[in-house]
């Protein structure tokens, strides 16, 4: 079974700033997700990655395979970047991910 | 705008009872995921279909859960019988899986399900 560690659990910052979560695990993967909830919302895909890293807008996620370790950079971070950010590990043995306990991200003006 | 369809959002029954909720994959995704997930345990894997085949459902209680997937429209995860322990949010993804791993996943909004 995938191990699957996010740091911080919490995190409040200020508006503007750059924020990073990271997520280790601890077995090989395919790809891995970072997804992203509102509170009491639905559950969007932010990234799948593979490899190297993938930018869209002010988001940007790494990979290090061989480390087993993902991060998630948030840059000029928002109000409305307030959410959980759960990272999830897919393939290893097994299609379905497994998910961190996610990351509690508050911004506030 | 295509997206991943469940029902019912919100579900509120007595212990017993028999639930079943409904989930309508995108329109060309062959890979169905239900996932509950609890205050307490977060995000947890009850099972998944490829091509409508049931690869795994490790993570259902077998004696009371059941998930199938009549067609390519539609797959659907039942309790029966219901206990206050599977009051949680249910939710259903789909992706286009290709060989290992999984593609990028969509959500549909989840099913809240209460059990008194």
């Known amino acids: 079974k995938n191990e699957v560690e996010q740091s911080p659990q919490n995190l409040t910052a200020q508006e503007g700033e750059f924020i990073t979560i990271n997520c280790s695990y601890s077995?090989?993967?395919?790809?891995l997700h970072w997804l992203q909830q509102h509170p009491g919302g639905g559950i969007v895909s932010l990234f799948m990655l593979s490899s190297g890293k993938k930018k869209h807008g002010r988001l940007i996620a790494t990979i290090n395979i061989q480390e087993k370790h993902s991060s998630l950079h948030i840059t000029a971070s928002h109000p409305r970047d307030s959410a959980v950010y759960i990272c999830?590990?897919?393939?290893?043995?097994?299609?379905?991910?497994?998910f961190g306990k996610g990351t509690h991200l508050i911004i506030q003006p | 705008d295509a997206r991943v369809t469940q029902t019912p959002r919100d579900k509120v029954t007595e212990m017993g009872q028999e639930v079943t909720m409904r989930c309508q994959p995108i329109?060309?995704?062959?890979?169905v995921f239900w996932y509950r997930q609890t205050m307490m345990q977060g995000l947890e894997l009850l099972a998944y279909?490829?091509?409508?085949?049931?690869?795994?459902d490790s993570g259902m209680p077998k004696d009371r859960f059941s998930a199938e997937m009549p067609d390519a429209t539609l797959a659907t995860l039942k309790i029966q019988p219901s206990e206050p322990r599977d009051s949680a949010v249910y939710f259903c993804a789909s992706g286009l899986g290709v060989g290992i791993g999984t593609g990028e996943l969509f959500f549909g909004e989840g099913s809240r399900l209460t059990v008194l």
């Open positions: 999830a590990p897919s393939g290893g043995g097994a299609d379905g991910l497994t």
């Open positions: 077995v090989g993967i395919s790809a």
């Open positions: 279909f490829r091509n409508r085949a049931p690869l795994d």
């Open positions: 329109l060309g995704h062959n890979t």
